[in-house]
């Protein structure tokens, strides 16, 4: 047998007594093992009260699995197992079988099997086991294929994040309370009120009813539109924002813990400058030069008014409601996890609750090259998508997976430390550029990176290069 590159090819053999086999290959589809072989059986004599099992298997050290059996049987065992087992034969449910007289000369075998870590470096080998009556074992006897290997797959790198000495996490929204005019006193059931104050204190309570979160603050910043002078829009903002922060103040009795923090805008200008923007006003540009000028709010919202009466009719009936908000913020806490079975479950509901570290511990559960170990690693750059660390780990965990388009896709994130140069070098050597993996290798052994000469020097040693 010969061995290449994480194929194992064979050539036409006697491999154990009178079963042969040839075009035996044993090759990696992304997450599975894919075996194929021809078995020649016509050497093989099975009596009639006889049972001949053919079992590819593979084995490394104490991991081992076993294929669905090729099973030869004699006339009487034969009829004897379809009479009292049906489907499930000597060799189990999954078994090919043939009676002794109507075996082929050959049998073309494929299996399709999830790839394990262990099964790198691991020999494939027939067994073949003869019973007679009673299951009697007449013989057991073993013969070597080859032994599978991985096509050159460098070590990964995975970085271990700092966890968050803090998890803070906030929730924003907006509400657009109603006021009446000139008036800063907040009316729970005036207009639409109960739906906004509604919507404020839904999003208080996701945090205030989640056990892992602890509030500290909420900020509240209140807008005013610019039509009337601006040193009366500063006094509604400011004191529209004041009366909000007293309504929850009542509402929850907050103690000291809790910080209600406000600011004010007496004219959303931005904001009018946004709808501007986005519509279809006959002097859209000329009144967004206006608002972009230095000028003085009050004499900028005359002149607008002024100078285009119709444009500023419609926002006003449009577009000013819109500018007496308030946006708010709650800020709070979440507590710390540690086990890797409850990181995973809090992953599955509320991913957003987890910092770095916390998914780098659960991904310790799997075994790399699952989905699963993938699918950690995926949810983390997810969550922080600008973050180096993150796309890094999910740049190795996709590559590890066999999902080089993925692995090229987090990577570019990952930023240009000596492990995120190596992993780029790992990549190209997954895709046969051993030139440009040469390119990144060296660099990051030239950064420092140990592992990055070793894999170098791997590569070197298996493609014949003199460097």
Known sequence: MIMVAGVVAGHSENVVDNVSVRDFSAEREGRFLSLDMTLGLSDLKVSSNQCVLIVPRIVNGNDSVSLPAVAVYGRTRYYYYQRNNGDNMLGGPDEISFMAKNKPAEVTYHQLLPYSEWMDGAHIALERIDRGCCQNLLLDRYGILGRYSEAFFPELLYICPTGEREKRRTLEGSSYIDFPVDRTEIYPEYRRNPIELDSIRRTIDVVR???????????????????????????????????????????????????????????????????????????????????????????????????????????????????????????????????????????????????????????????????????????????????????????????????????????????????????????????????????????????????????????????????
């Open 209 to 467: 009813n989640d056990k892992d979160a602890s509030i500290d603050s909420l900020w509240l910043k209140g807008f005013a539109s610019p039509e009337s002078p601006y040193s009366h829009n500063t006094d509604l903002a400011k004191g529209r924002t004041e009366s909000l922060k007293q309504y929850i103040n009542n509402l929850y009795a907050f103690g000291d813990d809790v910080k209600i923090l406000t600011d004010y805008e007496p004219e959303d200008w931005a904001g009018l400058r946004r709808f501007v923007v986005n519509s279809n006003l006959a002097n859209r540009d000329a009144i967004i030069e206006l608002i972009d000028t230095d000028m003085d709010p009050d004499a900028k919202e005359y002149k607008i008014k002024k100078l285009y009466p119709a444009d500023y009719k419609f926002m006003l009936d449009n577009f000013y409601p819109a500018l007496r908000h308030t946006d708010y913020r709650v800020s709070y806490v979440i507590r710390s996890y540690s086990e890797p079975k409850e990181i995973l479950e809090v992953m599955k509901t509320q991913p957003g609750k987890l910092d770095l570290n916390e998914f780098y511990v659960a991904a310790s559960e799997f075994e790399p090259g699952t989905d699963e170990f993938a699918e950690v690693f995926e949810t983390a750059a997810r969550m922080f998508p600008n973050d180096e660390i993150a796309n890094l780990n999910a740049a190795n965990a996709a590559m590890r997976r066999g999902d080089l388009a993925g692995a090229d896709r987090y990577i570019a994130k990952a930023g240009n430390t000596p492990e995120a140069i190596y992993s780029r070098g790992a990549i190209a050597i997954r895709k046969k550029d051993y030139d440009t993996a040469r390119k990144y290798l060296r660099e990051a052994a030239a950064a420092g990176l140990d592992q990055a000469k070793v894999t170098l020097d791997e590569l070197n040693d298996r493609t014949n290069y003199k460097d």
